[in-house]
């Protein structure tokens, strides 16, 4: 597999080199903004509030269905009145009781780690939402449990769907007044979206076409990625899933200030002293900062200083900032931009970006 960036301009390749149409599905995304939102008025989320406010919300969900979680958490804020928090395994933590709403997110609907957590929320008593495929088994545990569930039209890879899963838990805070959101915003979040949409399309060349250039710089080096917010840090590990899953790529992710506190350390090491891809950059590592406008201010001092320290050892340094007024466009934004940039850079490698065949391995040997 050799990094070859022409492969970036040739609309040939983009296409015949991307069978599982992951790049339309990426320009897809504020399309899915749009039906994610009516779906889950369509499926009247609004009745979660009857109950009122419950204790504390838990998100389950595996790979981009979870992400659903991290960006709710983000969207409410550290103002919000109650615990956001995201099951990524088996097991509802031993905390969760009936008074708390469990919402349940796959793609698939068929998700064995959420299907697991979605049966304890129902043996348990709490409120359970359920957002995934229609007529899955997710659908099944809902239904049997008289609980409200939002079916979206899931068109594939729940990464590639990633609008379609998180709109409704959005709608579903919003009805329980965690967070102001409205059609207006979701239709900002769209807007953003589309403009990130055109500004990466296939025939936008690379000198002008923000998710190649993205690519580009990934590409013979091992990123590290930062988010300078919580809600640049959603979108740092939705690129580092998305270089894993699209790409096939290794990355390490974190938030600041507490990469400051290891992960740094790096810059200091043999990945940052050689480069082992051989290229002509040499260096291995590379620093890619998502700042956001909303940063702390010790967080701002600590992101400049450290880029300078990461400069003066010759780590190379990519540095994107968020556009938008409400957290959500500023992650939308980071996020389209990343799902480009993932994608690109499997078809610079001439890798299929759709098929996940490790996972796919690994998942049929446990079934056994
Ligand atoms: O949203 P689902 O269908 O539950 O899938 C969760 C995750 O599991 C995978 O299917 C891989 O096992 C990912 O593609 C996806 O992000």
Known sequence: MT?????????????????????????????????????????????????????????????????????????AGNGAPLPIVTVRSYQLPGWVGATDLVIAVSGAGDTEETLAVATQAVRRGCTLLGVGAPGSPLEAIATQASAVYVPVPVTGASRADLWLLTVPLIVAAAALRLVPADADLFERVAKSLEDMANRCRPSSESFINPGKALAADLAETVPMIWGSSPSAAVAAYRLACQLHTNAKYPAMWGELPEVGHHQMEAFDGPMAERDIFADTSGRTLRLVVLRDVEEHPQVTRRREASLRLARERDVPVTELLAEGTHPLERMAGLIGLGDYASTYLALGYAIDPTPVSAITEVKARISQ
């Open 3 to 75: 990094w070859e960036p022409e492969r970036l301009d040739d609309q040939r390749h983009l296409s015949e080199g991307d069978p599982g149409g992951m790049l339309p599905a990426v320009a897809a995304s504020a399309a899915h903004v749009r039906t994610g939102y009516r779906a889950a008025i369509e499926a009247r989320v609004d009745r979660l509030a009857a109950q009122g406010r419950p204790r504390a919300i838990v998100v389950a969900g595996m790979g981009a269905s979870g992400i659903a979680g991290d960006i709710l958490a983000a969207v």
